[in-house]
């Protein structure tokens, strides 16, 4: 148990629908990541928060979104649905991001995953 | 991105060590090489990092070469419950403070036979 959590475990919804993923951080860790798996396109890095504030973002759509609230959870909304969406969504969280050169690694810790699955 | 490549699959019997090679030609000066797992379709668990020096802690070895464009991760006796997709990671720190991501690759899948 990685200490971060994440509701649900899964989703069916239909195309076009909106949903909204929750991450709880483990206690005490200021920086939450969101990934998206799929099938045909691995495990990719979808965006990054810091302490309530956006600092990195990968491919994420621009239907998708995501925040991060005062008490550290976040959450992703997925909108317009669409079949391509399916995938487990996995939310990461890490004491601190690692600083550029740094020999200390705060490592990020996944959590279970939500399986979206679009119909 | 500096970019990775993995072989694809590899097979490995239980007790033996697992040696998974990874190659990062082109790595720059600062930027560490990361090692995940991740077990059946759970979330990827850390495993260990390195910027020059051959790193090991209690789950692995890691071996960088000197020229840093390849390294080899090092499980000295792997057992069934290492079966999983190991991801080699060159870790991508932003110019933003604070700002980091990981950039997966395709990863080994590593199977530990009995």
């Known amino acids: 148990d990685s200490g971060v959590t994440q509701t649900p475990k899964h989703l069916i919804t239909a195309t076009g629908q909106r949903v909204t993923l929750r991450c709880s951080p483990r206690?005490?860790?200021?920086?939450v990541y969101w990934y998206q798996q799929s099938l045909d396109q691995g495990l990719q890095f979808l965006i990054q928060y810091y302490n309530g504030e956006e600092r990195a973002k990968g491919n994420i759509l621009e239907r998708f979104s995501a925040q991060q609230f005062p008490d550290l959870h976040s959450e992703l909304n997925l909108s317009s649905l669409e079949l391509g969406d399916s995938a487990l969504y996995f939310c990461a969280s890490s004491r601190l991001p690692g600083l550029a050169g740094g020999s200390s690694y705060n490592e990020q810790f996944f959590g279970p995953g939500t399986r979206l699955t679009v119909l | 991105d500096a970019k990775t490549t993995q072989p694809p699959s590899m097979d490995c019997a239980e007790g033996r060590a697992a040696n998974l090679p990874c190659n990062h030609s082109t790595i720059s000066g600062n930027e560490y090489v990361y090692w995940y797992r991740q077990i059946h379709s759970q979330g990827p668990q850390y495993i260990i990092h390195g910027l020059k020096n051959n790193e090991t802690n209690e789950m692995a070895s890691l071996i960088i070469t000197e020229d840093r464009k390849s390294s080899t991760l090092i499980l000295p006796h792997a057992t069934l419950r290492d079966t999983a997709v190991y991801y080699c990671i060159v870790r991508v720190v932003g110019t933003q403070g604070g700002s980091e991501k990981l950039v997966f690759g395709k990863g080994t899948k590593l199977t530990v036979n009995p």
């Open positions: 206690s005490g860790d200021l920086s």
